[in-house]
């Protein structure tokens, strides 16, 4: 038949798995208890002859589901990438002989543990399907970028020599951005000694010039919707045309505004015209066209200038950026440059609290600045006051605990910069209902508008991207650079976070590649990071959904909408298949073809649990495969040991978790649970950026259905785990394993 589930089981005997395991019972077993077709045994099954035997017995014995019993499924996904089979993966190496003591003590219950892991490899393959491309996957290569400043106009040249044609939508009547106004650049080549010429207007002849670039200045988006391949956005001109387009991908490069320097009244900001910031300057040097900078207020030639660091940065004070802008000191130093270029007399004093000057050229550029006779005094300025003809810097010098006071013709303020990131979301859910019982504040978006909507998206989530700390835009720089919640949307540039030209530089071509990267997926119907190349997608089965929306809220990535009844609809291309909806739905009914509540279920019932008698425990570890996962296989490969009582489960995201995955463990005779997830909050590293956090709020109501069943409340735990967590992980094992041997055996296996 078509459709006959058939299991190959495969055994490697290699590193050292020969050795320590009876590779001929596990074989029996993966046919006597879990039901494979066949099981056959290999020296090395990732080796040209071991794919090989697998590929034929796919090939010409109708093997349509594979069990590969040998390392981690993190290793070796090149030899086993079979097509148009379930794969499934039973970790013998990292997770049983890498763990545990070759000792005769030891042997009885490793073995135990490696039939485990069989047994659950090809359970698993029973309950997959192999995953199949989207009929309704698009193909559009066009790349659509919002900003035509430095980080916009990378990103386009970038993309186009890469053959994808690119639209720039600039909201200003010109291309470049603040960098437009640069008179001069920190330098990004040794030996970083000079201000170097901006390129900007290179720039934008190239992009000009480019046939694959369109760009549309004095424009912005007035609408955009759609998903990964599938993008439509309406491009409106200040003269009220619109016209629609279709795009694959699209990058923010909305840049920045500075700070404003009127919050700044007792630096001297909006009291004396020669009080400016360091863009204001900029445009001066720039004026002045090479010859000596002169004072705003009477166009006198500057002699003394003084230059104050981190002004209205760095500071908990109210209206104040909390953060650094990452640039300023290096641009202090370039803009004391101009002035000593004309005159080496010109008095210029840098003052700050720390000097921070990123990037390979960074320190030598301080020195060269110091060579140039640029003074560096560490102090903090608290008022700029009007002297005359002169302005007198108060301050106090850091070194000497000294108040003092400095004489001077102009001040440089270094102002942050402050994203152009659009409309704030506070509360990212709304819910559309006729029901007047759901009409509540809480079922409301609530909105604060710090700017006018970039992108204006459709979403049900918001029209602008979610806000990280202090309004820049949703990227995480651990889990997810680029990357935002709205998949095959990417950010770059200072409305992602604060950075300077050369980081722009970098940072847009890593964009430009993602954004290709989306493109090339979604034609083939593929997921986006962090499962990039996933070809599974949910599903579920309408006649069980009790239209409860939770898998609509709680999915992260705003790919679930409703239709006119109210029953879910999937958005197979902005789809992470994080699994979230999976863990959310109550009633069980959603699920993808690789992963399902039965493919972990399933592997949890068939572990052979042993009676009260035995004194051997069953701990049931869900562990996310992004950090956890990944953790506890560095942990095998430093060898550190663990119980042998565990079996552990990966799982895509700790918010794919269902409860009835904790129930069933615990009716079965699990004597404890541990769930291992990303670390969650402000700080999160969660990769489907909720799932964790999703997770603990489910298993906070966990102890009340302990205490219902009789249960100690300390057999459940859940915990955060970076990757580095590679000592903790096994701690936190034999930890619960302690706990067990302390409050006894699980009543249930009675």
């Not at 071991?50 to 589901?65: C, H, K, T």
């Amino acid at each position: 038949m078509a459709d006959e589930i058939k299991i190959g089981a495969y055994i490697c005997k290699g590193c050292g798995l020969g050795e320590r395991l009876a590779d001929a019972q596990l074989a029996t077993i993966a046919t006597r208890d879990a039901k494979a077709s066949i099981a056959k045994e290999h020296d090395f099954l990732c080796s040209a002859a071991g794919v090989a035997m697998i590929q034929n017995d796919i090939d010409n014995e109708g093997i349509n589901r594979v069990a590969i019993c040998a390392c981690s499924r993190r290793a070796k996904t090149d030899a086993f990438a079979f097509e148009n089979v379930a794969i499934t993966r039973g970790n013998l190496r990292e997770g049983v002989i890498w763990v545990r003591p070759d000792t005769d003590e030891a042997r009885e219950t490793t073995h135990e543990m490696a039939a485990d892991y069989v047994r659950m490899a090809v359970v698993e393959a029973k309950f997959q399907k192999p995953p199949s491309k989207n009929a309704d996957a698009q193909y559009n290569k066009n790349i659509l970028i919002v900003g035509g400043g430095y980080s916009g106009m990378t990103a386009a040249i970038e993309a186009s020599i890469a053959g994808y044609p690119v639209t720039i939508v600039e909201k200003n009547a010109h291309l470049g951005g603040n960098t437009a106004q640069f008179y001069k650049r920190v330098p990004n080549h040794a030996p970083y000694a000079e201000p170097a010429d901006t390129g900007i207007a290179d720039m934008i002849k190239t992009v000009e010039n480019d046939k694959n670039i369109t760009v549309h200045v004095n424009s912005r988006l007035t609408k955009t919707d759609g998903s990964p391949g599938q993008f439509s956005a309406d491009i409106s001109t200040e003269s009220g045309s619109t016209n629609t387009q279709q795009f694959g991908s699209i990058i923010q490069a909305s840049g920045f505004t500075p700070y404003d320097a009127n919050q700044l009244p007792e630096l001297g900001y909006g009291k004396s015209a020669n009080v400016v910031t360091q863009l204001e300057l900029e445009k001066l040097a720039k004026e002045a066209k090479g010859s000596p900078i002169k004072r705003p207020s009477d166009g006198k030639e500057v002699t003394n200038v003084v230059f104050v660091q981190c002004a209205g940065q760095r500071s908990t004070k109210e209206g104040h950026l909390p953060y650094c802008s990452g640039h300023c000191c290096l641009t202090s130093i370039k803009q004391a440059m101009y002035f000593k270029e004309n005159n080496p007399a010109v008095d210029t004093n840098v003052i700050y609290t720390d000097l921070r000057t990123p990037g390979a050229g960074g320190e030598d550029f301080y020195r060269s600045g110091q060579d140039k006779g640029v003074l560096f005094t560490k102090g903090q300025v608290n008022e700029v006051i009007e002297d005359g003809a002169s302005l007198k810097v108060k301050f106090k010098d850091l070194i000497l605990n000294e108040d003092i006071e400095e004489e001077t013709d102009l001040v440089v303020l270094a102002t942050g910069m402050v994203a152009n990131s659009g409309v704030d979301i506070e509360a990212v859910v709304k819910i559309d209902t006729n029901d007047e019982k759901e009409k509540s504040p809480a079922n409301e978006i609530k909105i604060n508008v710090k700017d006018i909507s970039v992108l204006n998206l459709t979403y049900r989530q918001g029209p602008d991207l979610p806000h990280l700390k202090y309004g820049f835009n949703d990227s995480h720089f651990i889990c997810f650079p680029y990357e935002t919640r709205r998949t095959g949307i990417y950010t770059t540039g200072p409305v992602r976070r604060p950075m300077d030209l050369q980081q722009a530089q970098e940072d847009a071509t890593g964009a430009a590649l993602k954004a290709i990267q989306v493109v090339e997926n979604a034609s083939q119907g593929r997921a986006a990071h962090p499962r990039s190349g996933d070809l599974s997608f949910p599903s579920f089965r309408k006649e069980g959904c009790t239209q409860c929306k939770r898998c609509t809220v709680e999915c992260p990535f705003g790919a679930i909408d409703e239709d006119e009844k109210r029953y879910p609809v999937f958005n197979e291309s902005r789809c992470r298949r994080c699994g979230t909806c999976m863990g959310a739905c109550p009633v069980r009914v959603i699920s993808f073809e690789n992963y399902s509540v039965e493919t972990v279920g399933q592997q949890l019932k068939i572990v052979d649990v042993p009676d009260e008698f035995s004194e051997k425990p069953r701990i049931l570890v869900l562990a996310c495969e992004n950090d956890a996962y990944p953790a506890l296989d560095m942990a095998g490969m430093n060898r550190y040991e663990y119980s042998a009582f565990v079996r552990i489960i990966p799982v895509r995201c700790l918010g794919s978790v269902n409860l009835i995955w904790i129930t069933d463990a615990l009716n079965s005779g699990y004597d404890g649970v541990i769930l291992m997830g990303c670390q969650k909050g402000e700080n999160y590293q969660c990769h489907f950026v909720k799932g964790s956090e999703l997770a603990h709020e489910r298993m906070g109501k966990i102890d009340e259905t302990l205490k219902t069943l009789s249960l100690e409340t300390e057999r459940v735990e859940t915990h955060e785990i970076a990757i580095t967590d590679i000592k903790r992980v096994p701690e936190i094992i034999n930890n619960m394993a302690a706990t067990i041997e302390k409050i006894g055996m699980s009543p249930f296996k009675f």
